[in-house]
């Protein structure tokens, strides 16, 4: 079923009833070792949904997405195109944090990315899905991208723009990166531009890429 016509109550109980499944959840390894689940923050009609990798120490300290460095900086980006966290959706591949920070296995990103990423990308239906490095630009973009090419690229698809970035991370640890992410982060407020223009409908590319589409 889709989530059309459905209230906007109805729409935020569902992405509650979610987030509350994340907490309790135990159906990977990675439920062992967290403080908390991270299920994700902001609001139900968000036009822009982004998705990070995985919570970090300060992430499952307080079970909410981007709250140490990489968070700081993304609010730094959110605010050159005017706007906060109160009008997008941040959340991350896999919702437990995967001991000292490695890198989440494809195993449990098989198990909870169809199990919330992608209910929550139904019920929210964002215009843009803003990736945040090569985890969850992987999901929608094929194996062969790479994401030095293909940053600030918009792939549009689903009446959707995929939008690849840079993990805030990466641009932390590599100063050089900083101009480039930012011209990529004001592209975005572009892209709600034309969105807005267009009445809401965002055309697939000719001729249809070769979809690797989850949701
Ligand atoms: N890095 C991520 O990918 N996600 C977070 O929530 C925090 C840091
Ligand atoms: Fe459940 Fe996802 Fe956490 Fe694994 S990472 S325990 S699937 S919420």
């Known amino acids: 079923m889709t989530e059309e016509g459905k209230s906007l109550e109805d729409r935020q109980a569902a992405l509650d009833a979610i987030a509350a499944e994340v907490r309790q959840c135990e159906k990977c390894p990675l439920h062992s070792a967290r403080t908390n689940a991270v299920p994700g923050a902001g609001p139900v009609d968000a036009d822009i949904m982004f998705i990070g990798e995985a919570p970090g120490f300060h992430e499952d300290q307080q079970g909410l997405p981007f709250v140490g460095a990489s968070g700081k900086y993304l609010d730094q980006l959110l605010a050159l195109i005017d706007l ?3 009008d997008v959706f941040i959340t991350n591949v896999v919702k437990c944090r995967p001991p000292g920070n490695r890198d989440p296995l494809s195993t449990e990103i098989d198990i909870c990315m169809p199990a919330y990423l992608k209910r929550q990308a139904e019920i929210i239906e964002p215009k843009i ?3 945040l ?10 194996p062969s991208a790479r994401i030095s090419r293909i940053h ?6 689903n ?9 805030p991370a990466a641009v932390l640890r590599n100063p050089n990166l900083r101009p480039v992410m930012e011209e ?11 969105i807005e223009a267009a009445g809401g409908t965002i055309e697939d590319e000719p001729p249809p ?6 949701f």
């Open 184 to 194: 990529d982060f004001k592209r975005i407020r572009d892209l709600l531009d034309d």
């Open 159 to 167: 009446n959707r723009i995929y939008y690849p970035l840079y993990h």
């Open 152 to 157: 600030g690229q918009p792939k549009r698809a």
């Open 129 to 131: 899905v803003a990736t």
């Open 133 to 142: 490095g090569r985890f969850s630009m992987a999901l929608f973009f094929p």
């Open 84 to 86: 906060t966290r109160a």
């Open 209 to 214: 890429p070769q979809q690797l589409s989850l």
